[in-house]
């Protein structure tokens, strides 16, 4: 069954956080490249950190290595709970165009992160 938004056949996705955390400034994608002439929708995220050695700031982009679309500081306390954000206007990639996430600096712990979306 095709869901239709402003005229668009769209696409459900979600990114869920991977085992032990991110613990480097690897990044990773979040939804790979879409099929032409479709792009990706962020419309909510949720992140949870232990007590980090070192503050960091985490960063959704645009792209591999691309613009910032997003980014929150994450403090050597950590969260004690999940952060939750919902948009209510999704975040937009550009068209045939991964999203990807990293954390600037190197945690000393684990940082997990889930997001989800669409696609159209």
Not at 4 to 18: H, K, M, Q, S, T
């Amino acid at each position: 069954m095709a869901v239709f938004l402003n005229g668009y056949d769209i696409v459900a996705w979600n990114y869920a956080a991977e085992l032990g955390g991110i613990t480097n400034t690897t990044a990773r994608t979040i939804k790979t490249a879409s099929i032409t002439g479709e792009r990706h929708y962020i419309t909510a995220l949720q992140i949870y950190a232990d007590d980090l050695t070192t503050a960091s700031e985490l960063v959704i982009r645009d792209g591999s290595v691309g613009t910032v679309l997003w980014r929150s500081k994450i403090t050597s306390e950590g969260f004690v709970q999940q952060a939750g954000i919902t948009f209510p206007t999704a975040l937009k990639g550009s068209i045939n165009t991964l999203l990807e996430i990293c954390l600037l600096t190197t945690p000393g712990a684990a940082v997990y992160f889930n997001a989800q979306g669409y696609s159209a």
